[in-house]
């Protein structure tokens, strides 16, 4: 079965520090890794995905994500915090190769303070 | 703009009577698919619609119904809303969902059944 969790229901990060957002992943086989963004009153934004090759993926407003396959986690990170990276974050998986339906965390909310 | 639109955005209503949840979407996207949001569980999918005339349940779809007549539209019904039902709900779209493509979310319609 597949699953997904991001650990920390809240992140407090001073502006100007480097952030990380954690999630790690049950899947059987390839997993298709996935980060979005939820402004206040706004859907999810796309951020970036891991689906094969460089463990290192770099997406939207300078956030990056690391694959790691022995710790089964895919975590989200930035390396200087803005006060308007302040949001909702979600971390999503499926399994590469199926049909299996995108399972989503229970989210993360992030706040920069200044 | 390429873009999801769901309508209304707030609805309060009562137990019992019959709503419609419109979704459109403007990219030619194959998949689309309905999720609440609600603390602390993230998003659930509800229905999903791989193409035209071909609909699946999601993980909640009790009391929920769908409807995929063409590409561009996935309407959400309740036909008698309960309170449980009041939550935040998002219609996504992608251009295969079997594919590593990134959803298209609406900005969410926010449900209060009294």
């Known amino acids: 079965a597949q699953s997904v969790a991001q650990p920390e229901d809240q992140v407090n990060v001073a502006e100007g520090n480097p952030l990380t957002v954690k999630c790690t992943y049950s899947?059987?086989?390839?997993?298709?890794l996935f980060w979005y963004v939820q402004y206040p009153n706004r859907g999810l934004q796309f951020l970036l995905k891991?689906?094969?090759?460089d463990n290192l993926v770099k997406g939207s407003y300078g956030f990056e994500a690391e694959f790691n396959k022995s710790q089964t986690s895919f975590h989200l990170k930035k390396p200087s915090a803005l006060v308007s990276d302040s949001a909702l974050y979600f971390c999503?998986?499926?399994?590469?190769?199926?049909?299996?339906?995108?399972?989503w965390g229970a989210g993360t909310k992030l706040i920069i303070k200044p | 703009e390429a873009q999801v639109t769901q309508n209304p955005r707030y609805l309060i209503t009562v137990t019992g009577k019959k709503l419609t949840v419109t979704c459109s979407q403007n990219?030619?996207?194959?998949?689309m698919s309905w999720y609440r949001q609600d603390p602390g569980l993230g998003l659930r999918q509800i229905y999903y619609?791989?193409?035209?005339?071909?609909?699946d349940k999601g993980d909640v779809p009790e009391g929920y119904k769908v409807s995929r007549k063409e590409k561009r539209n996935f309407p959400l019904i309740l036909e008698s809303p309960s309170p449980n039902q009041t939550s935040l709900y998002f219609c996504?779209?992608?251009?295969?969902?079997?594919?590593?493509?990134?959803?298209?979310f609406g900005d969410g319609t926010r449900l209060s059944i009294l």
């Open positions: 996504a779209s992608s251009s295969d969902s079997y594919s590593n493509q990134p959803q298209h």
């Open positions: 990219m030619n996207h194959e998949y």
């Open positions: 619609s791989m193409n035209v005339e071909v609909t």
């Open positions: 899947v059987s086989g390839n997993p298709y």
């Open positions: 891991y689906i094969t090759g």
């Open positions: 999503a998986v499926r399994e590469g190769d199926s049909n299996y339906q995108l399972i």
